[in-house]
């Protein structure tokens, strides 16, 4: 008995280690793997250029560039320029994706909405946002607006499209099955059809948080007198490429950030299901 009993405390501290060793395996896995590809090609960008690959009037240096944001930040232009975009960003994802989740649980939902409207929606999904720029300064001048209009009808369409899939994709059966036990109306929609249509819903979100980057960037050219587009066009003119490079990663870093809000939305509202656990 004695014997057992030293063995099993003998165990107890290799279960404790062997535990810790799986934390670290499961961070080192989750959470820093995915940047080593990116710093691998600032290491082989940065080789480049000391041995003189890359002219610095070409592509700066990752240190230049990284001498260019600290000075931004330091002078607080940085700052003021990410905050008006942000704010672009946040709106336009508001309105476009509001408008975008309604309609697309109304054409979802309801057949006779889909037959009234799912064409005119289509016809105007296939317009680029480019070829709208010069109506939009006629419709709205060269204020927020015009931004507005732009970055929120290019998160439109990713948010319908998913929303109206994801409602109609819903399991009949299970539909059927929660008829069967008394559910019906608003309560059938909530508890049933809704949870079932929420993972293509925020599928639409992810692509639309990373797409209101790109959009912002076109938008930010229309007579722009902050945000980060305009920092980064206003450094071309002045041929200043390691601003224009700070501009380029900030966009990326954003869009990155936009992800993981969007991932951690997904893991919030879809804990009950068993690929998001």
Excluded: C
């Excluded at 896995?29 to 003189?52: D, H, M, S, T, Y």
Aim: net charge positive.
């Amino acid at each position: 008995m004695s014997a057992i009993s030293s063995t099993v405390a003998a165990s107890r501290p290799q279960t404790k280690a062997g535990k810790a060793k799986s934390k670290a395996a499961h961070i080192w896995k989750e959470r820093l793997l995915p940047w080593l590809l990116p710093l691998a090609l600032i290491l082989g960008w940065e080789f480049a250029a000391k041995v003189g690959w890359l002219s610095s009037r070409i592509l700066p240096e990752p240190w230049a560039v990284a001498r260019a944001a600290w000075s931004l930040t330091l002078s607080g232009e940085l700052w003021t320029h990410v905050r008006v975009s942000a704010w672009r960003a946040i709106s336009g994802f508001a309105v476009g994706g509001g408008l975008g989740l309604l309609l697309g649980l109304l054409t979802g939902t309801f057949k006779q909405a889909e037959t009234l409207l799912d064409t005119s929606i289509q016809m105007i999904r296939n317009i680029p946002a480019l070829a709208l720029i010069p109506l939009v300064i006629l419709w709205f001048g060269i204020d927020e607006s015009s931004k507005l209009f732009l970055v929120s009808i290019g998160v439109f369409f990713p948010v319908y499209l998913n929303t109206f899939h994801g409602i109609r994709s819903v399991d009949k059966g299970l539909i059927e099955m929660a008829k069967s036990y008394g559910l019906s109306g608003w309560p059938l929609y909530r508890d049933v059809i809704l949870p079932g249509g929420l993972p293509s819903i925020l599928v639409g979100v992810r692509f639309a948080l990373g797409l209101v980057w790109v959009l912002l960037i076109v938008a930010e050219t229309i007579s722009a007198q902050a945000g980060i587009g305009y920092m980064t066009m206003n450094a071309r003119e002045f041929l200043q490429t390691d601003v224009v490079l700070v501009g380029i990663l900030l966009y990326a870093l954003l869009g990155k950030l936009a992800d993981i809000l969007a991932r951690l939305l997904e893991r919030y509202w879809l804990r009950w299901h068993p690929g998001y656990q």
